[in-house]
C-alpha cells in the first residue's frame, strides 16, 4: 500500500501565514475566496458550533490566463482584500508561493495546466483541491505521476495529496450544496477541517464516498437546472392564466424557496404534499395531472441519466449524449 504524502500545512504553526492560490480562477474560485474574504472579516464574531481550522488562508493567488479574466478578479476581490496577488500565465509562480492549491481550471486542460514544466516539483507536500466537475482524483494523480511507483515510499513523499469537491451554481450566492469526496487513507484531522471549513464559506457541506461523486454531480450540479425548467413551466402556465410574467417568476421562485425551507426544516415532502392537497381542491387536481404526465418517473429517469452521462464524461467519452437513447 502506498504511503500518503506528506502535506507540510498540517503541521504549519498557527502564526504562519497560509496561501491559497486558485490556479484558474473562474466563476467558482471567485465565489470560494469571497467567502473566505468575508468569513476572515467577520472572524471577531464566530458563530459558536463553527469549527475554525487553527490555519486558514490569509493570502490569496488568482491564476488567470487573460487580461480579461485578471480584470474582473481584481474587481471582484480587490475591495475585500489588501492581500490578493493575480497573476497572468504565471502557474507555476502561483503554485510555488502556495500552501493550499484550488484547481479550477476547465476539464480538458486539466493535462496542459498539471503537466507544465515544474509544475509537479511546486506541487510537492501541498494540498491540490480539484473542483473539476466530471475528473476523479485518480485522473488527476495519474495526469501528475504517469509513472510513479505506488509501492515506492520515496515517490509517494514527493506527491501532493489531492480533495476531490463538487460545488454548484449557487455558490454565488453563498447557497452551494458542495460534496466532498472521502479520502483513503483519510486526510490529517487539520487539512480535513481546512477542506470544510472553505466549502462552508459558500453554503452547505456534505461527505460522501468517491464512488458516489457522479450521482451527487448530477442531484448537486445539474439540478439547478431542472429546477429551473420546473419553475420557468409552472410561470408559464400562470402566465397562460392571465399573471404577468415577472409576477409569475417571483411567486414560483418564492414558493420553491418556502418549500425547500420546510424541507429542510425536517418536512417530509410527501406528508407538505398531502397537506397541501384537500378533498376536492385544486392543488390534488394539478397533481394528478402531473402524474398523469409521468412528471416523478420523468425526473428520477433525468436524473440517473445525467449520473451516466457524468461518471462517461470524467472517463473522457465525447459526445455521449449523442449515443444514448
Not at 509517494?156 to 453563498?174: D, F, K, Q, Y
Not at 404577468?244 to 418564492?254: D, G, N, S, T, V
Not at 402524474?291 to 418517473?297: H, I, N, P, T
Request: glycine share 8%; aromatic share 4%; hydrophobic share 40%.
Amino acid at each position: 500500500m502506498a504511503t500518503p504524502p506528506s502535506i507540510s500545512i498540517a503541521s504549519k504553526a498557527p502564526s504562519s501565514e497560509m496561501t491559497l492560490t486558485v490556479l484558474g480562477c473562474g466563476t467558482l474560485g471567485t465565489c470560494i475566496v469571497s467567502g473566505i474574504l468575508s468569513a476572515l472579516s467577520d472572524s471577531q464574531h464566530p458563530t459558536p458550533a463553527e469549527d475554525i481550522p487553527e490555519n486558514i488562508p490569509r493570502r490569496f493567488i488568482a491564476c488567470v490566463t487573460s487580461a480579461t479574466s485578471a480584470r474582473r478578479v481584481e474587481k471582484a476581490l480587490s475591495p475585500l482584500t489588501d492581500r490578493l496577488t493575480v497573476l497572468q500565465s504565471e502557474n507555476l509562480r502561483g503554485v510555488q508561493e502556495a500552501d493550499v492549491v484550488l484547481l479550477g481550471c476547465k476539464p480538458y486542460n486539466l493535462k496542459p495546466v498539471l503537466t507544465a514544466p515544474g509544475m509537479r516539483e511546486a506541487l510537492r507536500g501541498k494540498l491540490l483541491i480539484s473542483i473539476l466537475a466530471g475528473v476523479p482524483v485518480s485522473q488527476i494523480e495519474e495526469t501528475l505521476y504517469p509513472v510513479a511507483s505506488a509501492d515506492t515510499p520515496e515517490d509517494s513523499e514527493a506527491h501532493c495529496r489531492v480533495v476531490r469537491a463538487l460545488p454548484n451554481t449557487a455558490s454565488i450566492l453563498r447557497e452551494s450544496m458542495t460534496v466532498i469526496a472521502t479520502s483513503t487513507p483519510p486526510l490529517p484531522p487539520p487539512l480535513n477541517s481546512l477542506v470544510t471549513w472553505m466549502f462552508t464559506r459558500i453554503g452547505q457541506v456534505r461527505h460522501v464516498s468517491p464512488s458516489l461523486m457522479d450521482v451527487c454531480t448530477a442531484l448537486c450540479g445539474s439540478s439547478p437546472a431542472f429546477f429551473a425548467l420546473f419553475m420557468e413551466a409552472i410561470a408559464d402556465g400562470a402566465v397562460a392564466m392571465g399573471l404577468p410574467r415577472k409576477e409569475a417568476l417571483f411567486m414560483a421562485a418564492q414558493a420553491m424557496k418556502g418549500t425547500a425551507a420546510m424541507i429542510l426544516a425536517g418536512e417530509h415532502p410527501a406528508i407538505l404534499r398531502d397537506n397541501v392537497s384537500t378533498p376536492g381542491g385544486c392543488t390534488i387536481g394539478g397533481l394528478l395531472v402531473l402524474e398523469e404526465g409521468s412528471l416523478r418517473g420523468t425526473a428520477a429517469r433525468g436524473l440517473r441519466e445525467a449520473t451516466v452521462v457524468a461518471s462517461q464524461l470524467g472517463k473522457g467519452v465525447q459526445g455521449v449524449n449523442g449515443t444514448r437513447f
